[in-house]
């Protein structure tokens, strides 16, 4: 079975920087989509940064600029780099990878889930 962990959370002024990793074990990130999202207090969970089977990214528009996902395969390992956080950044942030192949805009694509590390930027 796949199994993600995240690390590197942590509360940041506003301003500050953040680099969430997410290794994998029991899956690789070779021909999946592997992305981040997160879920603000009384919010709906949203994406944050992907990237497809090719290695394309994709950027919500309000991270564009600020965060960059890359993915290390040797380790098996996912990265979320946050610059010039902002206090609307503050959430709980999710690893993800889905099935190989898969549609990386279907939500039923996405069977594995991160534990979700926490991510507060004060201002």
């Known amino acids: 079975q796949g199994r993600l962990v995240e690390s590197g959370g942590g509360s940041v002024q506003s301003g500050g920087s953040l680099r969430l990793s997410c290794a994998a074990s029991?899956?690789?990130?070779?021909?999946?989509?592997a992305g981040w999202f997160h879920q603000a207090p009384g919010k709906e969970r949203e994406r944050v940064a992907y990237?497809?089977?090719?290695?394309?990214?994709v950027y919500a528009d309000s991270v564009k600029g600020r965060f960059t996902i890359s993915r290390d395969n040797a380790k098996n390992t996912l990265y979320l780099q946050m610059n010039s956080l902002k206090p609307e950044d503050t959430a709980i942030y999710y690893c993800?990878?889905?099935?190989?192949?898969?549609?990386?805009?279907?939500?039923?694509?996405?069977?594995?889930w991160g534990q979700g590390t926490q991510v507060t930027v004060s201002s």
């Open positions: 993800a990878a889905s099935r190989p192949f898969a549609s990386c805009s279907a939500s039923a694509s996405w069977p594995y």
């Open positions: 029991g899956i690789t990130y070779t021909n999946r989509c």
């Open positions: 990237l497809d089977h090719y290695g394309t990214t």
